[in-house]
């Protein structure tokens, strides 16, 4: 999502006491926001109902409660600039401009999917919107990402690069290599932990042994911000801090998003690691879509009759995007071996 | 045959036979201990260690964090030195991030030290396709580990031989590397109680036949067996062969059965090229064998891609029972 900024005079006038995403953007593009942020969480009720309907297989990993992480950074990012998502991306995917359709498509397995069917849930991706794609492989997108931020700076193309991941994969060597080697060639890359507070079942208490994972970033010579990844204002302004850190050739930032699932970690899940109370919690006092609507009320961006309206348009879509998966063709089996290599004339 | 003589038995599932051998090793061995991600509280991404740790504790049932090239590492740091750690991949796939550990220390420590040390290490890998978890999710590559001299790879296929061989392989004095294809895990079969062990390295004969043979791996065993029936009743008589052991393989068996049919096919889950049929196919014509055959041999294996996630194509990378009772009918009537 290229966020629009204010420019000028307009930004100005606002009130400075404004937090930054209120006097960063206009509020066509923060209505925006909210209603992706809309998009993703009935997206995935959605994908979920239909998994229980038995029209999708396989399983699948739910972001329900992390909206404002995916959106607060992707609001900093333009079209061009790319990410790397993880197990858990479908947020990660709308926020960047997936549509809805294509990432419902892939679910069913059909021809019209992103992937062509082939790669389903875990293995979302819209190249053309800068999504490089989700990750079977816990902390497998993190060098990619940063290999991404390689080419940006070789090809001096201005792009930056987002590699989302959760808590869990900050225990994996591929995390420590990718962000020292960030680190030491300066690359245009940010690193975007999602820490939901548990890997699976593992608590990051029990996993990790510093209490914060933005703790790390010492360790590789580079800034590391903590934020309420719940609040869609506060990812956004550590977002725009590190993006132009990057894009200015000053190298790569880490930002530890602390947010909560609310949803088990798949759908083989019997929740035994953490009480009903957490959840309940997280849930009723920090849903990171109420928060939001809240501070744009408050803020005059939106009203009650603009927010129902977006909730109508986002039923419409999802309803929309089954239908076109519904109907779209399966995969030919013929094509079994097709992508396997590339083409050659 | 079984190092014990079996006393009663009862109907468990091959997840249920994996649990219980590895609460007989704890019972019997305080050295046993399992390590893995997610195994204590929430019972394994397969239920396979389910409640151990209420039984064992945290101590002995040690969830790990995401690292499995540190945590394999560390199970064979602590099998050298005198503890006997079974260790639990998530899923087989992610062997590959443990290769280094498994290959280069695992497999050649003993050797490489003179035989100064031995590495006691059980590494259990949950594999296979069929449950829509795509490319990353369900790949099959006991043929990887088992091109590894100092390794023993294991795929048991029923839940009597999952219990028994995995008793034989935390006894087993050197690194044993246990495929259990994920679709195996609700199977249920006769399992003895208390313990006893099935040897590594000895094949099975499922089913006599005379006409043609099958060696088959893993669920590809329970296919062969569904297809043979059904030869059956066109009077075709197959015999088919459990391979259960990849590396150190069972050749006389093999060739037993070779000698007596004269026609072989290799029936497994892994990619084709390169695969365990591959080196069952050159075993055969490298053997006196090979004098035996009476018509070329046939591979059924995985297709050459990688697992897709829309149903069909993924049922279609992989040997199918119709698949097998054709191209076994065709080898049987001598057609190519
Ligand atoms: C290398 C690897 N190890 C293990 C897994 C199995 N697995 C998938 S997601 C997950 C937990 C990941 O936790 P975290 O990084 O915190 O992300 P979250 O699921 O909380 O979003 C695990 C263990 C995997 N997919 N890849
Ligand atoms: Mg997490």
Known sequence: MAGKAKTGAAAKKDGANLPFLYQHYDHETLRGALRKMYLIRRFEEGAEESYMRGLIHGTMHLSIGQEASAMGICLGLTDDDQITSTHRGHGHSIAKGADVSRMFAEFFGKTTGYCRGRGGSMHIADVTKGNLGANGIVAGGIPIAVGAALTAKKMKNGKVVVSFFGDGANNEGAFHEALNMASIWKLPVVFVCENNGYGMSTSVARATAVKNIADRAAAYAMPGEIVDGNSVADVAAAAHRAIERARNGEGPSLIECKTYRYRGHSKSDRNRYRTKEEIEEWMTQRDPIEHFEEELQEFGVIDLAGIEAIREDVAKEIAAGIEFAKESPMPDVANLEKYVYTEQA | ?336
């Not at chain 2, 394999?72 to 639990?88: D, Q, S, W």
């Not at chain 2, 679709?183 to 313990?195: A, F, S, T």
């Not at chain 2, 390169?274 to 059924?300: K, N």
Request: hydrophobic share 45%.
């Open chain 2, 1 to 336: 045959m079984d190092a014990q003589v079996e006393t009663a038995s009862r109907e468990l599932s091959y997840a249920q036979a994996i649990q219980e051998a590895m609460a007989i090793a704890m019972e019997r061995d305080e050295r046993v201990f399992l390590m893995g991600e997610d195994i204590g509280v929430y019972g394994g991404a397969f239920q396979v260690t389910g409640d151990l740790v209420e039984r064992f504790g945290t101590d002995r049932v040690m969830d790990t964090p995401i690292s499995e090239l540190g945590g394999a590492g560390v199970a064979v740091g602590a099998a050298v030195t005198g503890t006997r750690p079974i260790f639990e991949f998530q899923f087989s796939d992610f062997a590959t991030l443990a290769m280094e550990q498994i290959v280069n220390q695992a497999a050649k420590m003993r050797y490489m030290l003179g035989g100064a040390v031995s590495v006691p290490v059980v590494m259990r890998f949950p594999a296979g396709s069929g449950t829509g978890a795509a490319a990353q999710h369900s790949q099959s590559l006991e043929a990887w580990l088992g091109h590894v001299p100092g390794l023993k790879v294991i795929q048991p296929a029923t839940p009597h031989d999952v219990k028994g061989m995995l008793l034989a392989a935390v006894e087993d004095p050197d690194p044993v590397m246990i495929f259990e294809h994920k679709l195996l895990y609700k199977m249920k079969g006769e399992v003895p109680e208390g313990y006893y062990t099935v040897p590594i390295g000895k094949a099975e004969v499922r089913r006599q036949g005379a006409d043609l043979t099958i060696v088959a791996t893993s669920i590809m065993v329970h296919k062969a067996l569904d297809a043979a029936e059904q030869l059956a009743a066109e009077g075709i008589d197959v015999e088919v062969v459990d391979l259960r052991t990849v590396r150190p393989m069972d050749r006389e068996t093999i060739i037993e059965s070779v000698r007596k049919t004269s026609r072989l096919m290799c029936v497994y889950e892994g990619v084709k090229t390169l695969g365990v049929g591959a080196e069952i196919s050159a075993m055969i014509a490298e053997s006196e064998a090979f004098d035996y055959l009476d018509a070329p041999i046939v591979r059924l294996g995985g297709a050459e891609t990688p697992i897709p996630y829309n149903p069909e194509l993924e049922k279609a990378t992989v040997p199918q029972v119709d698949g097998i009772v054709k191209a076994a009918r065709d080898l049987a009537k001598g057609a190519r």
